[in-house]
């Protein structure tokens, strides 16, 4: 079109000189102005009409000179952005989101599990009046758990109640067949002793022994006897003789073990004492009994069977070695650096049912973890520890007396 223009302009200027020498006639040169004018309006048109069917095919073919992007910026942009093709609605919809991640399987032993559940109890009824002991008095009472009425052994002190109640010791029990257990029977001396120096005692029978509902089950493969425990812990609360705010464990081997998740579990529990307790983290539990059941490969019913179940049962989520995250989330060492308060730990050397070390690897975790831990090992005495009875409970009740009652001696 530029050169059509040109030529054009050139013929005019040739036009008006000529007609610049002829001063006769003016009307032919405007004549020829006029027409001149008209054919480049013309031309422009035409060259107009014939470039914009060129900048609509540029979209599809290789642009000619004449139609490069420069010419018409504007155009070509509008015209390039409508003819833009859309997404295709069915491709989108094709699209799947990504899958959900599975959650991680949760169990009713994992620490942080058990500390969402509720512990309410219930009121202490008295269902027997027992024969007192030298300075207190003594029953047979029940309150609920998950639904199951659970006996225990309580105890009061006589004399003058202080002003806020007595202070509390929470009884755990070792393993006794549940079909032997009694509720008068075994560890009436070390009941005693606390219940003689000023302390309310409260004595639980695990579910399924005794006369208590329900059905036994073990303190390491279920939260079951813990959470028997912790229920009675809030029915003694709740007793208008006991100081709420005072409350001590004790536990003897398998009771040990309770005793231990009960204080990483529940913030109520001022101080623990544990003897010849089955205080080990869970990796050293399952090998143990792995090297039993290797020595004993037909257990008869009892303990033996019990132990074999906890241990296959667990198994199902895998070994510690497999799945060491869901051991760790069930395993009370886990969580020593947050536990309820100091621990005092008493084993005898020569004892046959649960190593001498248990307590010390428990001594040794709680002081890495910055917690007050107290040890005592007696030289060639047993799983009761019944040659140093006397010093042990001695301890005991000292240790009990500065951290739960809060003055020594009170």
């Known amino acids: 079109m530029a050169s059509i223009t040109t030529g054009v302009l050139r013929m005019s200027r040739k036009v008006h000189d000529r007609s610049a020498l002829s001063l006769g006639n003016r009307a032919r040169p405007r004549r ?7 054919l480049l309006v013309l031309v422009g048109c035409r060259s107009a009409q014939v470039h914009v069917p060129e900048l609509t095919a540029s979209l599809t073919v290789e642009p000619t000179a004449a139609a490069a992007p420069t010419a018409f910026p504007t155009e070509t942009v509008a015209l390039t952005a409508a003819s833009s093709p859309l997404p295709s609605p069915t491709a989108t919809a094709t699209v799947e989101p990504p899958p959900t991640p599975t959650p991680t399987p949760t169990h009713p032993l994992m620490i942080e599990v058990m500390r969402e559940v509720s512990y309410p109890g219930s009121d202490l009824v008295i269902e027997e009046t027992l024969s007192p002991g030298s300075n207190y008095d003594r029953y047979i009472v029940s309150y609920l758990s998950e639904g199951l009425k659970i006996n225990a052994l309580l105890t009061i002190p006589r004399g003058e109640k202080p002003v806020t109640g007595w202070p509390v010791v929470i009884f755990n029990h070792g393993y006794i067949p549940p079909e032997q257990y009694r509720t008068t029977e075994r560890y009436v001396a070390y009941v005693d002793g606390f219940a003689r120096s ?22 390491y493969g279920t939260p079951d006897y813990t959470v028997d425990v912790l229920n009675g812990l809030a029915a003694v ?3 208008p003789d006991a100081d709420p705010a005072r409350i001590g464990m004790w536990g003897h081997s398998m009771g040990g073990t309770i005793t231990l998740r009960a204080m990483v579990v529940s913030t109520d529990i001022r101080a623990g004492v544990i003897w010849a307790g089955v205080t080990a983290p869970y990796p050293e539990l ?5 090297r039993r059941d290797a020595e004993r490969p037909t257990p008869t019913p009892g303990a033996g069977l019990t132990a074999r179940r906890w241990v296959e049962a667990l198994g199902a989520f895998g070994t510690p070695e497999e799945n060491p995250a869901f051991w760790d989330a069930i395993d009370p060492f886990s969580y020593l650096g947050e536990i309820s308060g100091p621990v005092q730990s008493h084993h005898g050397t020569a004892d046959t049912s649960v190593p001498v070390e248990y307590s010390e690897i428990l001594h040794a975790r709680l002081q890495a973890a910055g917690q007050v831990s107290e040890v005592f090992t007696y030289p060639n005495d047993n799983h009761n520890i019944s040659g140093n009875f006397g010093l042990a409970m001695q301890r005991s009740i000292a240790f009990f007396d500065l951290y739960v009652k809060g003055r020594p001696g009170e």
């Open 32 to 38: 020829l102005t006029v027409a001149l004018i008209a």
């Open 198 to 219: 000023g302390y309310m005692v409260l004595r639980s029978d695990y579910r399924g022994h005794a006369f208590s509902e329900g059905e036994p089950s073990n303190a």
């Open 237 to 239: 609360k709740q007793h």
């Open 286 to 290: 399952v090998e143990r009994w792995r």
